[in-house]
Each structure stands twice: as structure tokens, then as C-alpha cells.
């Protein structure tokens, strides 16, 4: 079964912290993408990646960078972690068009104290 | 800017009953219409999608309406069970290599027992 891997279920963090959220996906999938979900305002995009060492910003960039040194690892990275940053992180990729669809990993819900 | 707005927030319907979630779009460019659904604790999974060269699409108890000269799709949830409360996003895609999907912000679906 394919499958887009998010290493942490839950995670919660201290302001000012330097957090890593990382993705795994095994279908050889060229494209990768970072969104964030929070109640009424649906999936964000953060942050894609077209190909390894590729990186586009997506509608809400400010607050995080990425890292794509792998075509299947692409992580998301908190530069210094906020309380406003407290969300569910969403990981998905897909093929080479999205008209396929995306697959997404299951979470990661990040609490900044 | 370009968006996919989607109602109602949230829907309650009766087990047995019809759910219906509309979709409206602005950008005639877009040519894939996909549905994704996402429980408690889940990343979304795609549901069913649909191109703007067919009016319907029916897979199961999953029935995806499209106006393409009105430009909007709804999606249809025939005989709901509780087993179908989840939360529906609509969502458009382009032809071209520009690979992002853009969701609607969602609909909250319970279906009463």
C-alpha cells in the first residue's frame, strides 16, 4: 500500500524553538507539498517542491522554511517556533501533474507553549 | 485570486438522507475537479474527481454533478450513513505543469443515526 510517512503524530514545542516536521513518501512521487489546517480556514499550502533540491512558496511561507535533499523526504521546518504556529501540518505528494491527485500522510498536530 | 469556494461550512443530514455540497469555481483553466474526504485524526484521501468534459460522475453512493457553464460541482452523498461524517473538500486543478491543487475550505458532514 502506498503511503506518505509523517514521523511525528503529535508534537508540542516551546516558543522559540527550532522544529523539524518531516514527510516520507514511497511512490517515487516527483511533486511534494506542506499544508497547514486549522477550523474554518481549510488546507493552507506552505510550502511545494517540484524536484529534489526545488522549492516554491506556497500562499503562507512566513515563519518556515523547506528542505527536499531527497526526492522522498521533504521536511518542513519551524525557524523559531511561535504559538501561532500550533496547528495540524498536513504532508501530500503526487505525480508529476496533480491531476492524479494528491496522496496525503496522516498529520502531525504541533502545539507551540 | 483564484479560488474554489465551497458550501455550506457544515451540513447535518438525517441517515438515509440526500447530503449535497456545492462548489463554485472561477478559473475556466481548471480541468480537474477532485473530491477529498477526511475523518477525525486522517489526512484527506481522494474520494472521487471528475473533468470538465462530462456533466456526471457516479461511483457508488458518490455522485459528482458538474455545470461547466456555471462553472460549479456539487457533490452528492445518496442514502448518507453516519459512516459518511467526515469533512468534504472540493478542490480545481490546471492543465498546465502549475501542479497545485486548490481546495475549497471545507464542509463539516454529520449524519444523524
Known amino acids: 500500500d502506498v503511503k506518505v510517512t509523517q514521523s511525528s503524530r503529535y508534537l508540542v514545542k516551546r516558543t522559540g524553538e527550532k522544529v523539524f516536521l518531516e514527510c516520507v513518501q514511497d511512490?517515487?512521487?516527483?511533486?511534494m507539498f506542506w499544508y497547514r489546517q486549522d477550523p474554518g480556514l481549510g488546507l493552507r499550502l506552505i510550502y511545494f517542491s517540484y524536484d529534489v533540491k526545488m522549492k516554491e512558496k506556497g500562499d503562507i511561507p512566513e515563519g518556515y522554511s523547506v528542505s527536499r535533499e531527497k526526492k522522498e523526504r521533504f521536511s518542513l521546518i519551524l525557524e523559531s517556533a511561535s504559538t501561532n504556529q500550533t496547528s495540524m501540518y498536513l504532508c501530500?505528494?503526487?505525480?508529476?501533474?496533480?491531476?492524479?491527485?494528491?496522496?496525503f500522510g496522516s498529520g502531525t498536530r504541533l502545539t507551540v507553549v | 485570486q483564484q479560488q474554489v469556494k465551497q458550501s455550506p461550512q457544515s451540513l447535518i443530514v438525517q441517515k438515509g438522507g440526500i447530503s449535497i455540497i456545492n462548489c463554485a469555481y472561477e478559473?475556466?483553466?481548471?480541468?480537474?475537479f477532485p473530491w477529498y474526504q477526511q475523518f477525525p485524526g486522517k489526512g484527506p484521501a481522494l474520494l472521487i474527481a471528475?473533468?470538465?468534459?462530462?456533466s456526471e460522475k457516479k461511483e457508488g453512493r458518490f455522485t459528482i454533478s458538474f455545470n461547466k457553464s456555471a462553472k460549479q460541482f456539487s457533490l452528492h452523498i445518496m442514502d448518507s450513513q453516519p459512516g459518511d461524517s467526515a469533512t468534504y473538500f472540493c478542490a480545481a486543478s490546471y492543465r498546465n505543469r502549475d501542479d497545485k491543487i486548490i481546495f475549497g475550505k471545507g464542509t463539516r458532514l454529520h449524519i444523524l443515526p
Open positions: 511512490m517515487d512521487h516527483e511533486n
Open positions: 471528475i473533468r470538465p468534459d462530462v
Open positions: 501530500a505528494s503526487s505525480e508529476y501533474t496533480a491531476n492524479y491527485g494528491y496522496t
Open positions: 478559473n475556466t483553466a481548471f480541468d480537474y
